[in-house]
């Protein structure tokens, strides 16, 4: 047996649960502001360009605005739901994320691109969003959030089990 089979116990010393959740809840947050101006600006670029190309580069002023004003609205949003005790998040980042949608779509909107062609289940639960920019992953923002997103989850759903094994109630 060679010794990184027998990991040293947890130095009791170290960082509770509450506050790794917290540094990982920090880092996700800190990507995900950074993420919103850029994916503002993205998200106008893609449907513009595929409506009429060169309308892109036309919005790119309005959806750096656009980006500017999501970011400033939805960032602090975030930032304060994923601060927050996880017993006291009454719904999640994502759920947050997918309300910015009306940042591109105002811009979209206003230049007359019309709606896209989605699916039932997409119009019933996304009726606002009607380009199709609904995040529904961190990676849908960035890519490079995917990893933050996971290692936030796992760390969140740890805190909330261990609490409710605390509790006797699993």
Sequence with gaps: MVAADNPPPPDPAGPSDDELLAAH????????????G???????QVIAEAWQPGLGRTLEADAVDAGARAQADIGPQVRALLAADVDAQATGPLALLR???RYPTEV???AGVPPVVRDEFAERAF????YGLAVAAFADL???????GLVWGAAKAHVVLARRRAEGRR
Excluded at 25 to 36: E, K, M, S, T
Excluded at 38 to 44: L, Y
Excluded at 142 to 148: F, K, N, Q, S, V
């Design 99 to 101: 309300g910015a949608v």
């Design 108 to 110: 979209l909107a206003g």
């Design 127 to 130: 009726p606002d969003d009607v």
């Design 25 to 36: 809840a920090a880092v996700l947050a800190d990507g995900i502001d950074r993420a919103l």
């Design 38 to 44: 850029p994916w503002v600006v993205r998200s106008v």
């Design 142 to 148: 960035d890519p490079a959030l995917h990893e933050a």
